[in-house]
């Protein structure tokens, strides 16, 4: 008797997904993840020549999963995507439930641990955001972020600098689509320093190995950042003056600690004390922990494609769609 599993593409995926929900569902991830009712061992990130191959294997209750990315910073240059994946679901007996598009399930899933930081971390009554970084991760960003507040006023800043209209008229079709009735105006900046200026949230979704914000001390108070970039323990995003008395820096979990260079590089340099790194969870029973300059650096975990791609791997034999491989 053959068996078969289904294959999600990357526009089977987008018809699927809901931002509200899905940031719910990241939500519920977390906590899933301090319950311990799941094992996420560490990504193995394996580098050579300017590529590399990371595997992050994850187990819960519900399935097993492994997803495998290549990231090459360098395709950035070339107008194509930094980052494509696969990623593959398990029953608990270990038999394949479902192949998906790695790419398409990191960009949602990251964009979903964004909106998140962006609801726990901002006032309801944000209207300015800015982003750092106008590529296909950027671009979820701004999606999800715009499902959670009412934003008024986008600032984009790209470098290398690039037409951004192609960028500005899709994410404005999609908010539609989404049912994100509201009028948007785009600002295309000439330096991150009149993004920082003039955004109340900050968004850096780059591949950058050196800090893309202006080192200028005092400029971040009363500021969200949202660093979902960059996450090798030698590269950094946010520079030195984000991080001062007022600063409350948020992460996923402990392994940020030792992955990321805008935790790790500052945490050595005692820019960045570890009383003030708190888990974004804890946010929402204890409010005190924000601060003038909130933070949070996402460095993802497999647990999210787990549950996201569960999820929609459910929604889609429901529906009946995807594409059934035979094994």
């Known amino acids: 008797m053959n068996k078969s599993f289904l294959f999600l593409n990357r526009q089977t995926i987008l018809s699927l997904f809901n931002p509200p929900h899905l940031i719910q569902l990241i939500e519920q991830t977390l906590y899933s993840f301090n319950s311990l009712n799941c094992f996420v061992p560490n990504r193995l990130t394996s580098s050579f020549n300017n ?45 394949p439930l479902c192949l998906l598009d790695g790419s398409t399930l990191t960009s949602i ?25 106008c590529g296909v991760q950027g671009y979820y960003q701004l999606l999800f972020a715009c499902s959670i507040r009412k934003f008024s006023t986008i600032y984009l800043f790209n470098f290398p600098e690039i037409d951004l209209s192609s ?71 946010l520079p030195d003056a984000v991080f001062n008395e007022e600063t409350s820096m948020f992460i996923e979990m402990d392994y940020a600690k030792k992955e990321s260079g805008d935790i790790l590089i500052p945490l050595k340099s005692k820019k960045l004390s570890e009383e003030n790194i708190h888990y974004l969870i804890d946010v929402k029973r204890n409010k005190s ?39």
């Open 51 to 95: 590529h590399s191959i990371i595997t992050m294997p994850v187990f819960s209750s519900q399935c097993l999963g492994c997803k495998v990315l290549t990231m090459t910073p360098n395709n950035i240059y070339h107008h194509i995507p930094s980052i494509f994946g696969l990623m593959i679901l398990f029953d608990t007996n270990g038999f």
């Open 289 to 327: 922990l924000k601060r003038r300059t909130n933070i949070f650096k996402s460095v993802g975990m497999a647990l999210y494609d787990n549950i996201v791609g569960y999820d929609l791997y459910r929604h889609a034999k429901e529906k009946n769609i995807g594409e059934e491989l035979i094994l």
């Open 167 to 237: 960028f500005i008229l899709k994410l404005s079709n999609d908010l539609l689509l989404h049912n994100i009735h509201r009028h948007i105006h785009f600002v295309v900046c000439s330096s991150s320093t009149d993004v920082v200026l003039n955004s109340q949230v900050i968004i850096t979704a780059t591949t950058s190995s050196k800090p893309v914000l202006p080192d200028t001390p005092l400029l971040y108070l009363d500021k969200t950042i949202i660093a979902i970039g960059s996450y090798l323990p030698t590269s950094r995003e």
């Open 109 to 133: 899933r990251t964009g979903g641990i964004g909106g998140l930081a962006i609801d726990l971390l901002t006032p309801q009554n944000v209207d300015s955001i800015g982003l750092i970084g």
